[in-house]
């Protein structure tokens, strides 16, 4: 008898049985909105001038492949914290914040649930509802119990901002506060810069730890205004707060895992022993980074030439977006559907469509257009090719 014979079967990743079933279907107008990642018009995953620049000139170097001290490279986390908080950040003049890079954006929230449960062993984690899977899983994972706060309105496609407020209000304090800081996956719903006011004063009143998931710097407004959130936190002078941030999207380096958590303190030693506390937490899960893809976002950041390119490049992908669903909105508005402008409200590379699980059964089996049954699509998967046949489509199923 095998050690192993009372292992069940875990459930397959939804998403990615929706690409299996899209790549066997033999129709050729067959579109993929399931997805998580930014193509461009081709339907390609861009491989960004500035970073093939770093790239060559790393291959030139063909330098040695040591490891990476534990929290990264130095370089690498510099560069983070001042694309998070600010160049002029005075919590960073302050020696507050305590930074690593990390295995992606997932990495950085592990090491931060893993850490947190250490630290805070009886905290509760309060995710949005709906929020990324993962967020329930990793937390789940690191034996958190997570509870929802109200966010996506079905009714309006837009924030339930007072069903929000509500639900924080009644968090117990020290329950540790799930926050995507723009793009919201899945919903594309975001706060405003007065509401995340507002969340922040009813997060600093109640004494509850916020965790920022950033995962989409640049993609909605730009670099800056796309951590409004985090910049707000620290302005209010809470003496705590965590950030996961991810640069998957914004370098399009998804398989390189370049990600960082940053841990503010309420001062540059309590920073220091947060630091010292997240170098633990990373030995014991995987010891230390990656090197290739630190050293791309490093070697791009810490070039001004290399980082205006990559700028323009993000607002080049930024502007795609807004530019399919501008088209979108459009397009279905011209096959009698105008029920659907609420797409050019949301942000970033999400869209919660609206669309009934009986719909996008429909939109796949009639269409060969592949969204997940909660209806949210990738906007980013469309491009002028295809933008048609998804608005006909979408449109022809919602009447
Ligand atoms: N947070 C959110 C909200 C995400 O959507 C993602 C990526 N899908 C991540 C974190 C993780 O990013 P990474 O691929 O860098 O692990």
Redesign the pocket.
Known sequence: MSHFASVEMAPGDPILGLTEAYLADPRPHKVNLGV?IYVDEQGRIPLLKAVRQVEQALAAEGKPRGYLPIDGLPAYDALTQQLLFGADSPLLAAGRVATAQT?????A?RVGADLLKKVLPQARVAISSP??E??RVVFGHASFEVVDYRYYDPATHGLDFAGMLEDLGRLEPGTVVLL?ACC??PTGVDLDAQQWQQVVELVKARDLLPFI?I??QGFDEGIDADATAIRLFAAAGLPAFVV?S????SFSL?GE???ALSMVGADRDEAARLRAKMKQTIRANYSSPATHGGALVAGVLGSAELRAMWESELAEMRERIHAMRAGLVEKLAAHGAPQFGFIQQQAGMFSYSGLSRAQADRLRDEYGIYALSTGRICVAALNRGNLETVAAAVAAVSR
């Open positions: 998580g295995i992606g954006g997932s990495g929230l929020s990324w993962n967020h995507h919201h996956n998931d995962a989409y996961a991810s640069y998957s999207k998804y895992r370049v990600g």
